[in-house]
């Protein structure tokens, strides 16, 4: 069993930084794709960015690209994603999901995609 824990969330200012954290155990971490997932009330569940296992590639929605950075360490089964500039309308729960390695060429952006999800942390980003 894999479990996925994120933390790191809160309330802030718009133009403020906040990293968040999704520490995991069971499983190969270093195999898995890791994504960040957003959801605000009443919307759908939006990808934010992904990893691959080696940390070598990332993605990024357009919204956040130059503002937000994900990277992991596999020493220490954990993902970040650091979050700059923040903005009123990141305001969500973020959650990291992860995959095995047999889903390497399916879309990372794709959420049915990923098998094993935390338990979502909140971010509101006030104006």
């Known amino acids: 069993q894999v479990r996925m824990v994120e933390s790191g969330g809160g309330l802030v200012q718009a133009g403020d930084s906040l990293r968040l954290s999704c520490a995991a155990s069971g499983g190969t971490f270093s195999s898995y794709t890791v994504g960040w997932f957003r959801q605000a009330p009443g919307k759908e569940r939006d990808f934010v960015a992904g990893?691959?296992?080696?940390?070598?590639?990332?993605y990024y929605r357009d919204s956040v690209k130059g503002r937000f950075t994900i990277s992991r360490d596999n020493a220490e089964n954990t993902v970040y994603l650091q979050m700059n500039s923040l903005k009123p309308e990141d305001t969500a729960v973020y959650y990291c999901?992860?995959?095995?390695?047999?889903?390497?060429?399916?879309?990372?952006?794709?959420?049915?995609?990923?098998?094993?999800w935390g338990q979502g942390t909140q971010v509101t980003v006030s104006s």
């Open positions: 999901a992860a995959r095995g390695d047999s889903k390497y060429s399916i879309l990372v952006v794709t959420p049915a995609s990923y098998d094993y």
């Open positions: 990893i691959r296992g080696s940390g070598r590639t990332t």
